[in-house]
C-alpha cells in the first residue's frame, strides 16, 4: 500500500513565523501535491511537484512556497505565517497526472496561526 | 472539470447496502468518474474511479449509466467505518493534475 505521511498532525504557531510541513512518499512517485482545506471552498492546489527540484503553481500559491530535493520528499513553506492560512494542509502523491490516475492522501496537518 | 451534484447527506443501517448517487450531466467523454472518501480528521482516500463499464473493486462498486450523465457508488454492507464524506469528482484530460473536491455527501452509519 501507498504510504503518504505528514511530519505533523497539528500544528500551533505565532503570526510571522516561518513554518515548514514535510510530506513524505514511499511509492517512488513522481509526483507530489498540497492541497488546503478549508469549511465551504472544498481542496484547493497550492503546488504540485512532478519531478525532482520541479514544481508548478496550483490555484493558490501567493503565501506559499515549495521544495523537493528528493523523489519522495515535498516541502510547503509559509515563508511568514498569517492568521487566513489557519487550515487543514494536504499532501498527495501520484505515480502519474493523467486523468485515470489515483491520488494518495496523507493524514493531514491541521495548522492554526496566532 | 466539469461539475457534479451530490445528495449533502444520507443515511443508513449497519450491514444494509448504500447507494450514493452523483449527476454529471455535463461530463464529456474523456472525463473520468472518481470517487474518494474522507473519514472524520483523515486526508480523502481513494475509492473507485470508471470511464464507462461499471467497476468493482475490494471496497465499492461504481455504476454507470448508460448516457454517462450519472452515477451509482455501492457499498454492499455498510460498516459504522464506512461513516464518511463521498465525493463524486469528474477528472479530464485539462487541470488532470488536481483534484476538484464539491461538498459532498455526508454518509452516516446506524448501528
Known amino acids: 500500500d501507498v504510504k503518504v505521511t505528514q511530519s505533523s498532525r497539528y500544528l500551533v504557531k505565532r503570526t510571522g513565523e516561518k513554518v515548514f510541513l514535510e510530506c513524505v512518499q514511499d511509492?517512488?512517485?513522481?509526483?507530489m501535491f498540497w492541497y488546503r482545506q478549508d469549511p465551504g471552498l472544498g481542496l484547493r492546489l497550492i503546488y504540485f511537484s512532478y519531478d525532482v527540484k520541479m514544481k508548478e503553481k496550483g490555484d493558490i500559491p501567493e503565501g506559499y512556497s515549495v521544495s523537493r530535493e528528493k523523489k519522495e520528499r515535498f516541502s510547503l513553506i509559509l515563508e511568514s505565517a498569517s492568521t487566513n492560512q489557519t487550515s487543514m494542509y494536504l499532501c498527495a502523491s501520484s505515480l502519474g497526472v493523467r486523468s485515470q490516475e489515483t491520488q494518495y492522501f496523507g493524514p493531514g496537518t491541521r495548522l492554526l496561526v496566532l | 472539470d466539469a461539475k457534479t451534484t451530490q445528495p449533502n447527506s444520507m443515511e443508513s443501517n449497519e450491514e444494509e447496502p448504500v447507494h450514493l448517487p452523483c449527476n454529471h450531466s455535463t461530463i464529456s467523454g474523456t472525463d473520468y468518474i472518481h470517487w474518494y472518501r474522507q473519514l472524520p480528521s483523515q486526508g480523502p482516500e481513494y475509492v473507485i474511479h470508471g470511464l464507462t463499464s461499471n467497476v468493482n473493486n475490494r471496497m465499492a462498486s461504481l455504476a454507470i449509466a448508460e448516457d454517462r450523465k450519472s452515477s451509482t457508488l455501492i457499498l454492499h454492507r455498510a460498516t459504522l467505518r464506512d461513516a464518511a464524506v463521498y465525493y463524486c469528482?469528474?477528472?479530464?484530460?485539462?487541470?488532470?493534475?488536481?483534484?476538484?473536491f464539491g461538498q459532498g455527501t455526508r454518509l452516516t452509519i446506524n448501528p
Open positions: 469528482i469528474l477528472r479530464g484530460i485539462q487541470g488532470a493534475q488536481k483534484l476538484v
Open positions: 511509492m517512488d512517485h513522481e509526483n
